[in-house]
Structures are given as structure tokens and as C-alpha cells.
């Protein structure tokens, strides 16, 4: 029980930000085949550094559109370096 309370007082005084390296930022894009947009497809992030497991996707809208989601809807993407993969 002290280890549950030393815990939730921990999180409970926390400001509520993330570390910058948590923090998604803005991004979008647009995926073309032959100059003409791509529906319906998944954009794969994949990070370029092999040891992180931040990897995530994107859907394209009808107009070949995608904007990343980190974690919430279209929030962005983490900080880093991918490589993209359209599936």
C-alpha cells in the first residue's frame, strides 16, 4: 500500500507534460501514384534507428491525404527519423 501511494502522489504532482521526445509534432503528407493520389492506403512509420519501437501509421483519405497520429487522432508525429512505407 505505501508503494501504491508514494506512486499516485509521484503522478499526482506531475505538471502534465510529456518529455520533448513525447511531445508529437504537427505532420502531414500526401501519397501519389503516377501523379495521382493514393485512398485508401496505410502509411508506415518506421524509425530509421532500429533499437526504438516508436513505429505508427497514417491512412490515406481519398485525396491521398494522411496526417500521423502519435496517440491521439492526427496529433503528429514523435520526434525522430523514419523511414515510410505505403501499404
Known amino acids: 500500500l505505501s508503494t501504491f501511494f508514494v506512486l499516485f502522489i509521484t503522478v499526482g504532482c506531475s505538471d502534465g ?7 508529437p509534432t504537427p505532420a502531414q503528407g500526401k501519397v501519389t501514384v503516377k501523379g495521382k493520389p493514393l485512398g485508401g492506403a496505410v ?16 491512412y490515406t483519405g481519398p485525396d491521398g491525404s494522411f496526417a500521423p497520429t502519435a496517440f491521439r487522432n492526427g496529433d503528429g508525429a514523435l520526434p525522430g527519423e523514419y523511414v515510410l512505407t505505403v501499404v
Open 43 to 58: 502509411v508506415v512509420f518506421n524509425p530509421a534507428d532500429p533499437a526504438s519501437k516508436r513505429r505508427f501509421n497514417a
Open 17 to 23: 507534460k510529456w518529455p520533448d521526445e513525447f511531445t
